[in-house]
């Protein structure tokens, strides 16, 4: 059991957020860990929620906006908080005054120093919490300079609570700071059935399936269930937060992404009285202030046929211009055998 | 007879962005989009089907800040300003593809869309909000209500005071609006923690909507998974389940109706696709490329060849998908029935912004759906929540699960790398709300008027769109501004309040650009 707490504490402790880093170097891995997502609930809302949202960034390069000052550092307080981001994993930040330090300085004397910052989670279910009467607890070691932390509590339908605080040589632990308690959600359906209201196990099962739009036939809940264990637990399908947990990439042929496109556009433009009409192809045409005009065509393959014709405005002279102009494309692809 | 419901539902929501400080602003694009592409869409199919006679149902949130950005004069002036653009600009394009007749009849197809959104525009007087407030009072659409900024309550679980006041201030902002109270609440993001249908009693709520999930791991077993609602326990607020058969079937670009071959491509809009200098006056002022509305191209197939759009073929299948999600909901409902004591109830919630925007004929297919559910078969009977509950009173009691419909079904979106760090921040402010609310019970004058901008920066500061749009890794400064701008702005109102020496001047230029609920009221922050 120790030993597995501890596989955990490494695993919590390479899960940092400031991992992401290497996610940008990692990009291959990144993109399968991408596709990868499609499979995951709540995958298609996110593509259409973020097409909400679609557009460049405009950068303080483009001029006219500044991002605003820092935000505070901490708040000057004594506090620790515990979030629920799954019913694996929790979260939690802390901050501890300068004050409550130096109060422990003076209290422990050298102990402090060899003192070694702890976050200790307990398994506080079904319990009112008094600091010792927890089902069991694990402790993970952060440095003096992380303030906050991705717990993979392991235990989905339990409640949790965290203390950070001192690990003593002597095994002492000190609490400076302790959280509210969280509920992690159960994962499967509830064995609590009442009696009024008792369903027979085969039919709520194909009630469960079907509200998963996992069809009639499939294994109903274990499925889900294990859909969204390998989901949080493979590295391809980590956040970027995860990033170092993903799964060394398989060698395989690079897709290349190499590409060019090339079109045409013919401008056809002139002068003549600022009062005369004009038509281009047959469709009279308006004429700026000074008498020039600018048309835009796309100009696909092919031969095109432009009559320009002015009739000044007392209708008596009559100019016709003829561009003919053709497009002919012609395309070749190449890729150098790379040894 | 019918066999069972159908109940669908529309999750309207942008977050509040308005920048009267500048004359140009590339986020407010996102209102001025989602109002030509689907607002006035929707608003399209609803007065079509309304003058045939059908009669339809459907549910739909209009969030607070949706609501507020829809009727605010500054922003229907610039949508003016956009959708005029918009026409100039398809009028270009009718020109240039004088030779490439395939490309032209779609370019009149956007001029004539454009002028139609501007006439109904001005028809509505500038305010959409009317138009679909028509549609509640005709008995045909259901307009239920949001947070107040969208905020993701289960990470503000800890601060359940602002849970409160997103709630509250939603209500009454409702209120306001449509002459009554709301019936139902969208949850931010399905993000549903329990005991918060506590918070939704208070302020007279009925229901609200969970992912399939949060009912069918709720406690006890729930007796007809999600086709059913249930009430939690001890609030008696109902919670109503999403089936994911139905919404798989929309929703997935892959295996969903959007991703047919014959529908619009997203992704390639002339905004991208054209030479710079011509396309230059539509994009954004700095020279950055935008999606400007105008697409070609059909999805055509998974490479990078496009066919052009044919929107005759597109028509087509939008019908035949309607006819086939139909199709499908009757036999669910029938397979459902056979064990079931009572007709089933199937709930299919979709973000609003998803038909017409990310899904071009989505409006068509909901037209169609409408049309059929109505007219062509009786197994299926459209209902909103409000209807379907005094209809059948009698649910099981359980307590919901914890969950929400986002990325692998719980907080991961808006609790990761990225986004963790605005926690701490916005789990102080507000704590220091609830300090100002206690030491300020009955502020008045300059007082107050800081209390309740406080209040409006704090419900700001805690939009969901911003540590979503952070999750999502990519253009994230906008995001990260907004908050900390919100935050900021909120921390110097605390100090200002109480050091007694609030700047005037300065509140009132955050009060004239942070303008949202101006019927505010601080205290209920508690």
Not at chain 1, 80 to 95: A, F, Q, S
Not at chain 2, 231 to 246: H, I, Q, W
């Amino acid at each position: 059991m120790i030993r597995k707490i501890k596989d955990k504490i490494k695993k919590a402790a390479s899960k940092k957020p400031n991992a992401r880093k290497k996610i940008v170097k990692a990009g291959v891995r990144l993109e399968s860990a991408q596709e990868a997502r499609k499979e995951v609930h709540g995958f298609q809302e996110m593509v259409v929620e973020k097409a909400k949202f679609s557009h460049p960034e405009i950068t303080r390069a483009h001029g006219r906006r500044s991002m605003p000052q820092e935000l505070p550092g901490g708040y000057d307080q004594d506090k620790i908080v515990l979030m629920v981001r799954d019913p694996w994993w929790l979260h939690t930040y802390w901050e501890v005054c300068w004050a409550t330090f130096e109060r422990q300085k003076s209290e422990l004397g050298d102990n402090f120093h060899k003192a070694r910052r702890v976050l200790r989670v307990y398994d506080v279910s079904n319990i009112i919490f008094n600091g010792s009467n927890a089902h069991q607890h694990f402790d993970i070691h952060v440095n003096e300079y992380s303030s906050n932390w991705y717990i993979d509590a392991g235990g989905p339908g339990k409640s949790w609570c965290v203390d950070y605080g001192l690990l003593l040589p002597d095994g002492r632990f000190i609490t400076i700071v302790r959280s509210n308690v969280v509920h992690t959600p159960i994962v499967g359906p509830s064995w609590i059935t009442d009696e009024e209201w008792m369903i027979p196990e085969e039919m709520f099962a194909r009630l469960y399936g079907m509200g998963f739009g996992l069809g009639q036939s499939s294994p109903v809940g274990k499925a889900w269930q294990e859909r969204i264990k390998q989901a949080l637990f493979s590295g391809a399908m980590a956040s970027p937060g995860m990033a170092s947990m993903a799964s060394p990439v398989k060698k395989e042929v690079k897709q290349r992404k190499f590409w060019m496109w090339v079109d045409c556009e013919l401008i056809v433009y002139g002068a003549t009285e600022p009062d005369a009409k004009v038509t281009v192809q047959g469709r009279s045409i308006n004429l700026r202030q000074d008498g020039t005009f600018t048309l835009r065509f796309a100009l696909p393959d092919g031969k095109q046929t432009i009559p320009v014709k002015a009739v000044s405005a007392d209708e008596i002279e009559e100019r016709t211009v003829i561009p003919i102009v053709s497009r002919e494309t012609k395309t070749s692809n190449l890729i150098k055998e790379v040894k | 007879m019918h066999k069972g419901y159908l109940c669908m539902v529309l999750h309207g929501h942008l977050p509040f962005v308005r920048h009267p400080e500048h004359e140009d602003f590339l986020e407010e694009d996102w209102l001025y989009e989602a109002i030509t592409e689907t607002y006035l869409p929707l608003i399209w199919v609803f007065e079509k089907l309304v003058e045939d006679k059908v009669d339809f149902r459907l549910t739909m949130t209009l969030s607070p800040t949706l609501i507020s950005m829809l009727s605010d004069q500054l922003l229907e002036e610039r949508y003016l300003k956009h959708i005029n653009k918009l026409i100039e600009l398809s009028h270009h394009e009718i020109e240039r593809t004088t030779w490439q007749p395939q490309f032209q009849s779609l370019a009149t197809m956007y001029l004539n869309q454009f002028c139609r959104a501007r006439d109904t525009f001005e028809y509505y007087h500038r305010n959409l909000v009317m138009a679909f407030k028509k549609f509640q009072d005709l008995g045909k659409l259901e307009i239920i209500t949001c947070a107040a900024t969208h905020g993701y309550f289960p990470m503000m679980d800890v601060c359940k005071e602002s849970v409160r006041a997103q709630v509250k201030v939603a209500v009454s902002h409702y209120e306001s609006v449509f002459g009554r109270k709301p019936r139902g609440i969208w949850l931010p993001e399905c993000g549903y923690v329990p005991g918060h249908d506590e918070i939704l009693k208070e302020a007279g709520i009925k229901f609200f909507f969970t992912d399939s999930h949060g009912i069918l791991h709720g406690t006890p077993r729930p007796k007809y998974g999600v086709f059913a609602p249930v009430y939690c326990k001890n609030t008696g607020v109902a919670a109503f389940g999403r089936d994911l058969e139905s919404s798989k079937q929309v929703w997935s670009s892959i295996e969903g109706y959007p991703g047919d071959y014959n529908y619009r491509e997203f992704y390639r809009d002339i905004g991208f696709d054209l030479e710079f200098d011509y396309i230059k006056p539509y994009i954004h002022p700095d020279g950055v490329r935008i999606n400007t509305g105008i697409k070609y191209y059909r999805i055509t197939g998974t490479g990078n060849n496009k066919e052009p759009y044919n929107p005759q073929w597109a028509r087509e299948r939008a019908a035949d998908h309607a006819g086939n999600f139909l199709f499908n909901r009757q036999k669910q409902v029938e397979y459902l029935q056979g064990f079931m004591q009572k007709k089933p109830l199937i709930v299919s919630p979709y973000d609003a912004e998803l038909y017409g925007h990310w899904w071009y004929e989505g409006p068509q297919w909901l037209d169609f759906l409408m049309r059929k559910a109505s007219c062509d078969q009786d197994a299926i009977r459209m209902i909103t929540p409000s209807e379907y509950l005094s209809e059948n009173p009698r649910n099981q009691v359980i307590t919901p699960s914890m969950s929400s419909w986002g990325w692998k079904g719980y907080s991961e979106m808006w609790l990761q790398g990225p986004n963790d760090w605005i926690y701490r921040h916005l789990h102080a402010s507000s704590n220091r709300m609830t300090e100002l609310v206690k030491k300020y019970p009955c502020a008045e004058g300059l007082q107050k008027r800081a209390l309740n901008q406080a209040l409006r920066e704090l419900l700001l500061s805690q939009s969901s769109d911003w540590a979503f749009i952070m999750g999502t890794g990519t253009h994230t400064s906008y995001a990260v501004r907004r908050t900390k701008e919100h935050v900021l702005r909120f921390g110097r109102l605390y100090e200002d309040v109480q050091s007694n020496s609030i700047d005037e001047e300065w509140l009132a230029d955050i009060e004239y650009k942070d303008n949202i609920f101006p019927n505010i009221d601080y205290r209920v922050h508690q």
